[in-house]
């Protein structure tokens, strides 16, 4: 009993003790005139105890006569769909003086009708049960006090560090070149905290988190939230910026909840910014305590990184800056990785970069013969012997060369003047005496 417009169904498949055993979504062909529909090749995606089900809210906290809706999901197998299975499913843990459910529509679409909390929420299909981990609220409690998060990055929880001795929170983020660094995030080394291990982004923008940790407490307004409530949708919400110096403002928020470096002060005092948030639903307030960030500069090169050294691959920290060491009148060859070197305040940060990065037609090249630094030319005693090639399709190069005592040899590698990709550092080789 549909309308001739709906487009598509959603199936489910029970074995004889009604446990859910499949599932599967299918677009709707229709015979309007006679008002049949048909699915031609039914997807029927087996569900089994490795299936993942999920039960989420839209809403925890609503006021009266809000609405908040439940959604049940299972995922049949990784790298599979969601599939919406809400309607049949059994939703327990709503009360009835606090929750009615909406008649006609989703099963799992409630509203508030008297002030109060759930139960634990849950949604059962078959013997399969799922529970949400908070109780949702029914209240017109308003944020008193509020605080500044971060949303993750990449699916990853960032948290703020502990800044000086008044302890504010202060978060160091990267104002990147207008590519964003390669076009590519920039793990660091020593600015957020995501659970034990430090991790950093180089990116133009942060997007924030804004939870109400407390709220008001008038006597009929319905409970308190027992835990901190995310309320960076609100429109009652603001956030605002100041350069802590009075200097120009390079931090910007961009559609309502979104830190965006515009530009960097040089200067070390100038580059620490006051970030507040302020919730005003025009009786009450709420405000944050202040976070401050510190906006640094990244940029990046491309370089050239040995894929082997003594005998062992090289880590990214190990960067070809600029060296390769090699025995006098001996011939090597230097399998060598093109690699994205991004520069920050306190260090560097290697990362591969994609192929596509580089056209096919657009591949460095070496624009000069090998020389040597000024100050050791007269020291080039020994044929020169050196080869410098682009090997595949890829990222992948070779140089053969033959060893000189205690001479720098500098290869004058670059990219074709009309590349659109980042310069490259020069490599130099370092030759010189030593026994094994």
Wanted: aromatic residues 10%; hydrophobic residues 35%; proline residues 4%.
């Amino acid at each position: 009993d549909v309308s001739t417009y709906t487009t598509e169904v959603t199936a489910a498949y029970y074995d004889i003790n009604d446990e859910l055993v499949a599932v599967g979504v299918d677009k709707l062909d229709w015979n309007k005139t006679a008002k049949v529909a048909e699915v031609k090749d039914p997807t029927v995606k087996t569900v089994d105890e490795n299936s993942l089900l999920t039960l989420t809210t839209d809403n925890l906290v609503i006021s009266k006569d809000g609405q908040v809706k439940l959604t049940l999901e299972v995922i049949p197998a990784e790298g599979d769909k969601a599939v919406d299975i809400t309607d049949l499913a059994t939703i327990g843990g709503m009360d009835e003086k606090v929750f009615a459910h909406s008649e006609g529509d989703s099963a799992g679409l409630y509203t508030g009708i008297g002030y109060g909390k759930s139960g634990v929420v849950s949604a059962a299909i078959g013997s399969k049960k799922v529970e949400l981990d908070k109780a949702i609220y029914v209240t017109d409690q308003t944020p008193s006090k509020i605080e500044i998060s971060f949303l993750p990055i990449d699916g990853k929880e960032v948290s703020v560090l502990k800044y000086n001795d008044d302890t504010k929170g202060v978060f160091m983020f990267y104002a990147a070149d207008p590519e964003q660094v390669f076009g590519l995030k920039i793990a660091s080394n020593d600015v957020a905290y995501i659970k034990d291990q430090k991790y950093n982004y180089a990116i133009n923008e942060l997007p924030l988190a804004i939870l109400a940790t407390e709220f008001t407490n008038v006597g009929d307004k319905g409970p308190q939230p027992d835990y901190p409530v995310d309320i960076t949708a609100s429109d009652k919400l603001s956030v605002t910026t100041e350069n802590t110096s009075g200097e120009e403002n390079y931090l910007a928020v961009k559609d309502h909840f979104t830190l965006q470096a515009t530009g960097v002060n040089y200067d070390d005092e100038r580059r620490l910014y006051n970030v507040k948030a302020k919730y005003d639903d025009g009786t009450s307030q709420g405000l944050s305590d202040q976070i401050v960030v510190r906006l640094e500069e990244a940029h990046g090169r491309l370089a050239f990184v040995e894929k082997e050294a003594w005998g062992r691959a090289l880590t990214t920290d190990d960067i070809y800056a600029g060296h390769i060491w090699v025995k006098a009148g001996q011939t090597y060859e230097h399998s060598l990785v093109l690699k994205g070197v991004v520069f920050l305040y306190n260090g560097y940060t290697v990362l591969d970069i994609p192929e596509s990065m580089i056209p096919a037609d657009k591949y460095p090249n070496l624009k000069e013969p090998i020389y040597s630094s000024p100050e050791q030319a007269t020291k080039s005693v020994y044929e020169i012997v050196t080869t410098y090639e682009h090997i595949g399709s890829g990222n992948d190069y070779k140089i053969t060369t033959t060893g000189l005592p205690e001479v720098q040899l500098i290869m004058d590698i670059d990219r074709p003047e009309d590349a659109a990709y980042p310069e490259l550092w020069t490599p130099s080789l370092q030759h010189f005496e030593w026994d094994i």
